[in-house]
């Protein structure tokens, strides 16, 4: 079969090759996908700032976010029927105390693998075989949209751990702010509109036709950092910021972002900076605001099958209320014949889908 491969932190040695198609036991799903999206993780593995070729093999078959239809099952697999639209997770367990209780994105030791990404191959290929308990069954009304439920996971997830961290206290959000509109950041803004709050979103453009239209259907409020600088926000919005979350990749903006959450308020860190950044913060004063406030900085990172289900659940919920919208995020489809890594540095797209089929 035809795979998209890469030899792991080797920068442009990117090449289309022809590998062996895999042959699935009784317990496992051969699946064909259908499309694979491409993400910030994928530009650096092209890169080749990291990654990990599996046990044995001197290539890694990339890509973690895909959607692929069931061409054949294992014959004691069940619920999973040929025919069937799935996503599979990205993450495979170690034998950690989280690992093992179903939170892989909890992992507490570290040799957990990731298709695509870390000791395992991905999903840039005609073909796939995985364990039923990796995947998830996609209804019809979101199979053109679902290969983006990874990243959605993201923010699922993300949100869920605001919201249990706050079980802490008799806790009614209803504002939160965004830092950042990339796709995850988007996501993060629409599912927290599901959950009833008022949001804002921050980044550095002034106007985007896609995400225009996602604030204006979904009731978003958009600010512009260049106008409204982040540590002004709370004196700009003129209420409570019950929950912030910070998407942007920047030090300097977390930095910012710090003392944006008012009393009893989260900040939830979800970008990887990867950079130094120095600047001078006052921490006396941060502490004090941090324990007179009881506020909560928390991270959050990677997510399990339950956030890839209520991500399911929540792009189903979006496409009924707000029908095309999650359509137009994907700004740029093409056929692995055609794929470069270098297309992955042009800024204006939202989210690249590889057509697999």
């Known amino acids: ?154 923010a699922e997830k993300a949100v869920k751990q605001v919201l249990e961290a706050q079980k802490r206290m008799v806790w009614q959000p209803k504002s939160a702010v965004v830092l950042g509109t990339g796709t995850v950041g988007l996501f993060a803004a629409m599912i927290l509109r599901l959950n009833g709050m008022d949001v804002v979103s921050v980044d550095r453009t002034a106007t985007n036709t896609i995400k225009d239209r996602i604030y204006a259907e979904m009731g978003i409020k958009h600010i512009n950092s260049n106008d409204v600088p982040i540590e002004k926000l709370p004196d700009e919005l003129g209420k409570r910021i019950d929950i912030a979350v910070e998407l942007t990749g920047s030090p300097k903006a977390v930095a910012r972002a710090l003392n944006v959450p008012s009393i009893n308020g989260v900040l939830c860190l979800l970008s990887v900076t990867g950079e130094s950044y120095s600047e001078s913060i006052d921490i006396g004063r941060l502490n004090y605001n941090m324990v007179l406030g009881n506020k909560l900085i928390l991270g959050s990172v990677n997510s399990n099958i339950s956030h890839f289900i209520k991500g399911a659940q929540d792009m189903a919920a979006i496409e009924s209320q707000h029908p095309g919208l999650l359509k137009t995020m994907i700004t740029r489809k093409i056929r692995l014949e055609d794929f470069s890594y270098e297309m992955l540095n042009d800024r204006e797209q939202i989210k690249n889908v590889i057509i697999m089929g």
Do not use: W
């Not at 639209?85 to 105390?97: E, L, M, W």
């Open 1 to 154: 079969m035809k795979a998209g491969t890469i030899i792991p932190k080797q920068k442009g040695s990117f090449k289309i090759m022809e590998v062996e198609a895999p042959e699935i036991s009784e317990n496992e799903v051969l699946v064909k996908v259908n499309m694979l999206g491409l993400d910030g993780t994928d530009k650096e593995l092209g890169e080749g700032l990291y990654g990990e070729a599996p046990a044995g093999s001197e290539y890694l078959i990339p890509g973690h976010e895909s959607i692929g239809t069931v061409e054949k099952v294992g014959s004691a697999v069940n619920g999973i029927s040929t025919g069937d639209i799935v996503v599979a997770t990205v993450r495979r367990p170690d034998d950690c105390i989280n690992c093992k209780s179903g939170e892989s994105d909890m992992c507490i030791k570290g040799d957990y693998l990731e298709r695509g990404i870390k000791g395992e191959h991905g999903y840039m290929a005609e073909y796939y075989k995985e364990k039923q308990e990796y995947l998830v069954k996609i209804p019809k009304e979101i199979s053109e949209v679902a290969v983006m439920l990874e990243p959605f996971s993201i």
